[in-house]
């Protein structure tokens, strides 16, 4: 009799466990498409510290379910590149991390847990959990990672059951033996019943992103948008451009050159800055050639890791309408005989490494005169 009731005591408590699983999926993934997945897309905006501007970016985030209590959930950029991925099993209230990647470029960094540890990837009960990997490569790049993660408060958003969760963390970055950067990261994130992560609020002494839901997708519908064939904004095929029979050696793959906002501070660009390039143009100018034209003639171009320019095209120049403009060759030759004089221009630095990045300068003409250069 009473291994009877013991075994129809862990029945229930089987039972309690897979429903409240079951219900906690929805957080992740809408019923009805579980056996298919979904996708949400994403509006990430960047307020730095001191500065009135907002970046804004795409990504995207797709996930799926890989078995009764493992999922997987994958980010992607505007150019639907994977930025990093991860599984993780559902245990009642729980969301245990089994395996993480994040990708930088060629360069792949792979979680390692500590042993005998849960690594909470997140929590929908009150007690606060913790979390603690260390992302390796082959070289001597790692990132250590600790978090602790706290249920805040079960609510409601737009009639739909939510949930708020906290986090802070602590991720410490070691590139080889003497380059070493902490950052502490505070994090609120918004899960909402069938449509998943809704928004999410992270700050750091130096900037605050805020991510929004915009959209929710099946992977069918991802999948066609991420494979069009249009290359991102910035692209220039080097097959068409004005310098096309000149070689300009890319410190990495053309896949790989950085837009031409990528930075911050250290983004690509003059030396001496727009004062110095204006004082450069004008003194080289002939205002005969630009022919009383008027509108917008945009040069974009690559800058190597070198500090050397080349690959550039005015395929996206326009008239004050924004109506696509040719302007005539003796114009574009004229000032990009000039831009190209240039020996030097100052790299585009990420993560302390120089980098080949994208760049453009706009020469706004009116009537024949330069009103304005940008950036």
């Keep these: 009799m009473y291994q009877k009731l013991l075994l129809l005591l862990l029945c229930v408590i089987c039972y309690s466990c897979n429903k409240t699983s079951l219900t ?23 307020y730095l510290k001191d ?7 795409i990504d995207y985030s797709v996930t799926k379910k890989i078995n009764d209590s493992t999922y997987s959930r994958e980010i992607y950029g505007p150019s639907f590149k994977m930025q990093s991925s991860n599984q993780f099993n559902i245990q009642g209230n729980h969301m245990i991390e089994v395996s993480a990647e994040r990708i930088y470029g060629k360069d792949t960094l792979t979680a390692v847990y500590p042993e005998q540890n849960k690594n909470f990837y997140l929590t ?5 959990v913790h979390y603690r990997s ?20 079960d609510t409601m958003i737009a009639s739909k059951p939510a949930k708020i969760i906290a986090l802070n ?22 899960y909402v019943q069938d449509l998943g992560l809704y928004s999410s609020t992270l700050t750091t002494d130096a900037f605050k992103m805020e991510r929004v839901l915009v959209e929710q997708l ?13 290359k991102r904004v910035g692209y220039i095929d080097f097959n068409k451009t004005i310098d096309k029979d000149k070689e300009l050696e890319l410190c990495t ?28 143009i004008f003194s080289k100018l002939d205002i005969n050639k630009l022919r009383d034209q008027s509108g917008y003639l945009t040069f974009r171009f690559v800058i190597n890791c070198k500090g050397e320019a080349g690959k550039f ?9 924004y109506n696509k403009k040719q302007f005539p060759e003796e114009t574009s030759m004229h000032l990009y005989n000039i831009l190209s004089e240039v020996k030097e221009w100052k790299p585009c630095i990420i993560r302390n490494k120089k980098r080949d990045s994208y760049f453009y300068i706009t020469f706004i003409l009116n009537n024949g005169k330069i009103q304005d250069i940008l950036p």
């Design 24 to 46: 906690n999926e929805r957080f992740f993934i809408p019923k009805g498409v579980e056996n298919t997945g979904v996708v949400n897309k994403y509006y990430r905006n960047l």
């Design 51 to 57: 500065q009135q501007n907002v970046r804004t970016y």
């Design 124 to 128: 929908f009960d009150k007690d606060t």
């Design 134 to 153: 260390k992302l390796v490569n082959e070289k001597s790049r790692y990132v250590d990672m600790s978090k602790t993660i706290t249920m805040v408060k």
């Design 169 to 190: 963390i602590i991720d410490t970055t070691v590139y080889g033996e003497n380059q070493k950067s902490v950052t502490n990261f505070h994090s609120r994130n918004i």
């Design 218 to 230: 099946l992977p069918s519908e991802f999948n066609v948008l991420s494979k069009h064939n249009i």
């Design 253 to 280: 793959d053309q896949e790989f050159i950085a837009d031409y906002y990528n930075g911050g501070n250290d983004r690509a660009g003059f030396i001496g800055g727009k004062g110095s390039l204006k004082r450069l």
């Design 313 to 321: 095209t005015t395929d996206q120049s326009a008239d004050f309408e």
